[in-house]
C-alpha cells in the first residue's frame, strides 16, 4: 500500500489517517524544517506537518481529532501566527517554543518525559542520526535532545533539572564530542 499525496503536507496527512490516531495529542510543527518535529518524534504522539497556513484538508482532520491535546511546536517562525490562528478556531494550543532549537528540543523533552533515566542525543544540524535515533529513544522511554559543539547550555539544564543520569549520543564525535557529553552530565 502507497500512502501519498500531492506533497509533504498531504503524505503526511495520509500516514496519520492510516495511523489512527490513538495519541492524546496531536503535534503541529513546521514541514519546512526538521529540528523541532524529530526532538518530537520520541514522544510517539502524531505530528502534523504545517506550512503557511492550514490546507481545507487540515482543518478538517483537526476538526475530526479537536478532543485531543494540541501543541505547536516551535516560535512563530517554524509555526506562523496565521497557523496558530486557524488552530484557536477549533482547538487551543499550546506552543512550546524556545529562543533555538537547543532550547525548544529541551521544552519538548520536558513536556513529554518525566523524570526520564535516559536521554538520547542527536546533532542538531543535521537530521540523519536524529532520524534514526528518534525511535531508539521511543522505545528508551527517553527523550531525543538537540545538541551542537558550543550549544549545549540547553543540554545541560535539561540534565540538571530532569535527574537523568544516563545518555546515549547517536553519531560520531565530530558532531558531538565526549567533550561536549561529560560537559552536559558534569554542569
Same mark, same amino acid.
Given at each position: 500500500?502507497?500512502?501519498a499525496g500531492n506533497n509533504? =503536507?498531504?503524505?503526511?496527512?495520509?500516514i496519520l489517517i492510516a495511523a489512527g490516531m490513538d495519541s492524546d495529542a496531536l503535534l503541529v510543527a513546521t514541514g519546512n524544517n526538521f529540528a523541532d518535529s524529530l526532538s518530537a518524534s520520541a514522544s510517539g504522539k502524531a505530528i502534523l506537518l504545517v506550512k503557511d497556513a492550514l490546507t481545507d484538508a487540515q482543518a478538517a482532520f483537526i &476538526?475530526?481529532?479537536?478532543?485531543n491535546r494540541f501543541y505547536i511546536l516551535g516560535g512563530t517562525a517554524a509555526v506562523t501566527s496565521a497557523v496558530e490562528k486557524q488552530l484557536k478556531q477549533y482547538? &487551543? *494550543?499550546?506552543r512550546l517554543a524556545g529562543g533555538n532549537r537547543?532550547?525548544?528540543?529541551?521544552?519538548i523533552a520536558s513536556e513529554f518525559f518525566s523524570e *526520564?533515566?535516559?536521554?538520547?542525543?542527536?546533532y542538531s544540524k543535521n537530521f540523519p542520526d536524529g532520524l534514526c535515533a528518534g525511535p531508539l529513544a521511543y522505545i528508551m522511554k527517553a527523550p531525543l535532545i538537540l545538541t551542537a559543539p558550543g550549544s549545549t547550555a540547553q543540554a545541560e539544564a535539561y540534565i540538571r533539572s530532569s535527574g537523568s543520569e544516563l545518555g546515549v549520543v547517536c553519531g560520531g564525535t565530530g558532531l558531538i564530542s565526549d567533550k561536549d557529553m561529560l560537559k552536559i =552530565?558534569?554542569?
Open positions: 500500500e502507497r500512502l509533504r =503536507y498531504l503524505t503526511n496527512l495520509e &476538526k475530526e481529532n479537536s478532543d482547538v &487551543k *494550543p499550546t537547543h532550547e525548544t528540543s529541551t521544552m *526520564p533515566e535516559i536521554a538520547v542525543f542527536a =552530565y558534569t554542569n
